[in-house]
T-cell receptor, first 112, second 115 residues
Framework: GENVEQHPSTLSVQEGDSAVIKCTYS??????FPWYKQELGKRPQLIIDIRSNVGEKKDQRIAVTLNKTAKHFSLHITETQPEDSAVYFC???????????FGKGTRLSVIA | SAVISQKPSRDICQRGTSLTIQCQVD?????MFWYRQQPGQSLTLIAT?????????ESGFVIDKFPISRPNLTFSTLTVSNMSPEDSSIYLC????????????FGPGTRLTVL
């Protein structure tokens, strides 16, 4: 089955700097890659996603890039703010009716 | 996105007892899943709840321990049976819409503590 590796496990950045989180997946047939943000005590929230036919997607300060050849995708957060502090999870899916497989998460701390 | 509710939001249970968690969605959804999230950990899939048939369980999870029902396209239950302290976790319902929509959303979770 699919396996998703996520790095780093923790990341601290100064407010205003950029943060990058990277994930790799094992099954080249995977075609959907979402990112979730989970604040303490809350449910995971979908923040951005990308399909396998797209190389990059941007939404304001966040962007995701996908390299199908290398089987890796990354989350980029620019101009980080304290409210960006949370745990971020990447995930991958093989097909529309299969469940997401999650990475182990990255705890991001933005230091004011 | 679908509005997902779970009941109970939290519970404290005694060892050896069972708890049934309910998941209700405000619209019909194609897929419903149950995940477990242990403290400080990632999301682990327990099973896919199939409407009108037996759930599909992931490796390490069995029906006798985690029976699941899905009587229709908006509702599912997960039972945690014969609980032990190792079952203390957050249990999350998750849904995916039909058609070409890929997005998968999560319920608020049920925080279970087993004494």
């Amino acid at each position: 089955g699919e396996n998703v590796e996520q790095h780093p496990s923790t990341l601290s950045v100064q407010e205003g700097d950029s943060a990058v989180i990277k994930c790799t997946y094992s099954d080249s047939a995977s075609n959907y890659f979402p990112w979730y943000k989970q604040e303490l005590g809350k449910r995971p929230q979908l923040i951005i996603d990308i399909r396998s036919n797209v190389g990059e997607k941007k939404d304001q300060r966040i962007a995701v890039t996908l390299n199908k050849t290398a089987k890796h995708f990354s989350l980029h957060i620019t101009e980080t703010q304290p409210e960006d502090s949370a745990v971020y999870f990447c995930a991958a899916r093989l097909s529309g009716n299969t469940p997401l497989v999650f990475g182990k998460g990255t705890r991001l701390s933005v230091i004011a | 996105s679908a509005v997902i509710s779970q009941k109970p939001s939290r519970d404290i249970c005694q060892r050896g007892t069972s708890l049934t968690i309910q998941c209700q969605v405000d619209s019909q959804v194609t897929m419903m899943f149950w995940y477990r999230q242990q403290p400080g950990q990632s999301l682990t899939l327990i099973a896919t709840a199939n409407q009108g048939s037996e759930a599909t369980y992931e490796s390490g999870f069995v029906i006798d321990k985690f029976p699941i029902s899905r009587p229709n396209l908006t509702f599912s239950t997960l039972t945690v049976s014969n609980m032990s302290p190792e079952d203390s976790s957050i249990y999350l319902c998750s849904v995916k819409g039909g058609g070409g929509y890929n997005e998968q959303f999560f319920g608020p979770g049920t925080r279970l503590t087993v004494l």
